[in-house]
């Protein structure tokens, strides 16, 4: 009797051991905040699942992706023809919410405006002092001191660098012609860093310095963020409201979701805003991937209402409905 106990035992142990599903997945770091919460709390209504997220950019989310050593990847930044094609299958891209890049700086000096074209003259290196004719010009009233600017940006392939330099292409005639767009970029001027945090970590530590990263990493860590001009012409800082305003501008129900948003036109809006995406190869359907679906269609009802607490916008209650079917 005892023998036939411990083998039930055993037999009970391994069936609980084997219906773990665990899930891989990497790529953007800009939506990590909220993804992070979402696993979490995921984690308590399929305790059967669990997710390894690994947030080393969207450039790298891709490669890994492509590489098939994750079940799925994560970008700010859709797909590029080039990479679609390396790809073993399709890729379907599902947007999970919305975010602000937000432009962040460490100087005490009361809140600072910048248009489009400085905010490209300061990143291209023409700008180098606090003080210079351009950003007083916005700033009457300000005491800026005649400290250097310290550019910080991305060091590895970045969505939120794709979105930040789509915004300046869209803004700035130079920054289109000697820049351009993308997730990587040959920079002329300022130190890089790895990830949001690390961006953060060096605006947070370094006087004078000013830098772009996820809303939610700037209030975090209570820094200073530019308003900036929008297409109204109205002065606007990074949130949530002015990120849900650019996504109003998506209205037709056939709209492509890879379509970029940054300066939006309308009152209120924030100009550098974008979706962040999840990654979802098309093939046949394996344990994960049918997790990760059953994931997303609770991401996209459930865990939306997470959002806005996170400083992130959710989805157009339409669009939502629009990508459930899609899974």
């Known amino acids: 009797m005892k023998r036939v106990l411990s083998l039930l035992l055993v037999l009970f142990l391994s069936a609980n051991t084997s219906a773990l599903v665990k899930v891989n997945g990497a790529g953007a770091s800009f939506p990590y905040p909220i993804y992070s919460k979402w696993f979490s709390e995921y984690k308590k209504v399929a305790t059967d699942t669990e997710f390894n997220y690994q947030a080393i ?31 073993a299958w399709p890729v379907k891209h599902i947007p999970t919410v919305l975010g602000a890049v937000a432009v962040a700086y460490n100087l005490e000096i009361g809140d600072v405006k910048l248009d489009g074209q400085t905010l490209a003259d300061i990143f291209m ?58 997730k990587s970029l040959k920079w002329p001027s300022g130190i890089g860093a790895k990830g949001n945090d690390g961006v953060t970590a060096i605006i947070k530590q370094t006087q004078g310095a000013i830098g772009y990263i996820e809303l939610a990493y700037a209030l975090k860590n209570n820094i200073n963020t530019v308003a900036l001009k929008n297409d109204a012409g109205e002065f606007v800082k990074p949130s949530v409201k002015g990120v849900s305003l650019s996504a109003d501008t998506l209205k037709g129900k056939d709209s492509k979701v890879t379509v970029s948003i940054v300066n939006a036109k309308g009152k209120g809006v924030y100009p550098i805003s974008a979706f962040t995406y999840i990654l979802l190869p098309v093939k ?44």
């Open 57 to 87: 950019g969207s450039g790298g989310g891709i490669r890994q992706l492509i590489k098939q050593t994750v079940d799925f990847g994560a970008s700010d930044a859709p797909m590029k023809e080039k990479d679609i094609k390396k790809a």
């Open 125 to 182: 290196g023409k700008i180098s002092k606090w003080n210079h004719p351009s950003i007083a010009k916005l700033n009457k009233g300000l005491s800026l001191p005649a400290q250097d600017i310290l550019v910080v940006r991305r060091a590895d392939g970045s969505g939120t660098t794709a979105i930040f330099s789509d915004y300046l292409s869209t803004i700035s005639p130079s920054w289109e012609k000697n820049i351009g767009r993308g």
């Open 284 to 327: 046949e359907e394996t344990q994960q991937l049918k997790e990760v679906k059953k994931f997303l269609k609770w991401a996209l009802t459930d865990g939306q209402n997470m959002a806005t607490d996170l400083h992130y916008a959710p989805l157009p209650k339409s669009l939502a409905k629009r990508m459930l079917k899609e899974l």
